[in-house]
């Protein structure tokens, strides 16, 4: 069994693994966060609708998801050293392969095997970043899972200008594919020197019961076995969908507001700036309500969040179709939303242990995927009532009731299962 030790005794060097980690995530972002520029590119040359394409994503953020528990069960059994390289291996070869077939898909059935490989990739990265994150920062948890997760939800903020100027000026096959082979290189190159604590980690006494951090490893099964994991899950999910929504349907929101390409700065075009201005915030968010969850604590900041993240709602239905309100609600809602990957994570090895964190945040990260199957119903609410203000209602009122079960709900819940885990004597990890 690994030895356990106290954070303060590791080397320095895990801020060299966190920024590999950083970086690994940023390469795997575009195909989301950058998603929303090809949409239009490829209805213009296929004629395909708009919901059919969108599929491809929902195939993306489906398959990204849901492949993660495999991969991160993978990387715990196969160790700190092999685990992560082999997993980044792959995945970044396979990153690189699914927007190479994306490059030259002429059918929808092609786009989706793309989306499909892709998302495979990508989410074998993921596990594995969010993982070593967990793993090696027992003591900064937050702070360290949100730098890591502000890599997918900012990196594609460093990509957006020059992806839109390569689909404008070469065609979307051609910002495709040279992404493709760029980042999945650059991937490669990051595997050769990506590896894990070879010890488990713990944080310091007063670390662990101020954030009321679980001295027992709960196996995968046994996670999946406690009702507190589902509560999260369905927080997760429901608040998941929300962002999803806004990150797929931006571009085709703000086209039929009528205000996607007016100049509002410099120049710039509305939707080139809250495209920019989203990812920015969205992985300010990761960093900044995982640091402040250290301290406050992981239910506490969830509350906060989620409720600024229905008043943003509330603000963009009804001022969201001036052009300087739409970038400024856009950037507020996706500055509320970006925390869930970094605080659930945290709250997840806070609760469950980090020996198996790998896995069982992988586990708890498929509720994003589940979420996704809600995305395209975002378009059957717009079509049956005639504006998308009513999805704005929606989504706002989703996370309204997540930051009460937050509160109320898994506050109260997990310290319960907090105080059966010290009774029954669990210790260790």
């Known amino acids: 069994m690994s030895t356990t030790v106290e954070a303060g005794s590791v080397p320095s060097h895990r801020w060299l693994q966190l920024g590999l980690g950083v970086l690994s995530m940023i390469l795997i972002a575009n195909l989301q966060y950058a998603w929303t520029l090809f949409?239009?590119?490829?209805?213009?040359?296929?004629?395909?609708?708009?919901?059919?394409?969108?599929?491809?994503?929902?195939?993306?953020?489906?398959t990204e998801t849901w492949i993660t528990p495999f991969a991160g069960y993978a990387v715990d059994k196969l160790g700190p050293i092999k685990g992560p390289r082999l997993m980044l291996l792959l995945g970044g070869s396979m990153v690189g392969l699914g927007w190479?077939?994306?490059?030259?898909a002429d059918t929808l059935p092609l786009l989706y095997t793309g989306a499909a490989v892709s998302g495979l990739g990508a989410g074998g990265i993921y596990a594995t970043c969010v993982g070593n994150a967990v793993k090696w920062?027992?003591?900064?948890?937050?702070?360290?899972?949100?730098?890591t997760a502000a890599g997918f939800g900012a990196g594609a903020a460093l990509t957006v200008v020059p992806i839109r100027w390569v689909i404008s000026t070469y065609g979307y096959n051609a910002a495709f594919l040279w992404f493709g082979i760029g980042q999945g290189l650059i991937l490669l190159l990051v595997a050769l020197v990506l590896h894990g604590p070879d010890r488990v980690m713990a944080a310091p006494a007063a670390v662990q019961?101020?954030?009321?951090?679980?001295?027992?490893?709960?196996?995968?099964?046994?996670m999946l076995a406690t009702p507190l994991f589902w509560v999260m899950y369905f927080m997760?999910?429901?608040?998941?969908?929300?962002?999803?929504?806004?990150?797929?349907?931006?571009?085709p929101i703000a086209k039929d507001f009528g205000i996607a390409d007016m100049e509002i700065l410099f120049g710039v075009s509305v939707l080139s700036l809250t495209l920019v201005t989203n990812n920015i915030m969205n992985g300010l968010a990761r960093p900044f309500f995982g640091a402040i969850s250290d301290r406050l604590g992981r239910e506490n900041t969830m509350a906060l969040a989620f409720t600024a993240s229905f008043c943003a709602y509330a603000l963009l239905t009804f001022a969201g179709r001036s052009p300087w309100m739409f970038a400024i609600c856009a950037g507020l809602i996706f500055f509320t939303w970006g925390e869930i990957f970094s605080l659930f994570p945290s709250l997840c090895t806070d609760t469950f242990g980090p020996k198996y964190a790998s896995a069982n945040t992988s586990f708890l990260y498929t509720a994003k995927g589940t979420s996704a199957l809600l995305v395209p119903f975002a378009n059957v609410l717009q079509t049956s009532t005639g504006r998308w203000e009513t999805v704005f209602a929606v989504a706002g009122n989703a996370a309204l009731v997540v930051a009460i079960m937050a509160f109320f709900i898994l506050k109260p819940l997990r310290a319960r299962q907090l105080r059966k885990d010290a009774a029954k004597g669990n210790g260790g990890a």
């Open 209 to 222: 019961i101020r954030m009321k951090q679980s001295l027992r490893s709960y196996t995968s099964l046994e």
């Open 39 to 62: 949409v239009g590119p490829m209805r213009e040359a296929h004629g395909w609708k708009t919901a059919d394409i969108q599929w491809a994503f929902t195939i993306f953020i489906a």
């Open 137 to 147: 920062f027992p003591d900064r948890r937050g702070l360290a899972v949100g730098c």
């Open 236 to 251: 997760f999910v429901l608040d998941a969908a929300t962002g999803l929504m806004a990150t797929a349907q931006l571009a």
């Open 100 to 104: 190479v077939v994306n490059a030259f």
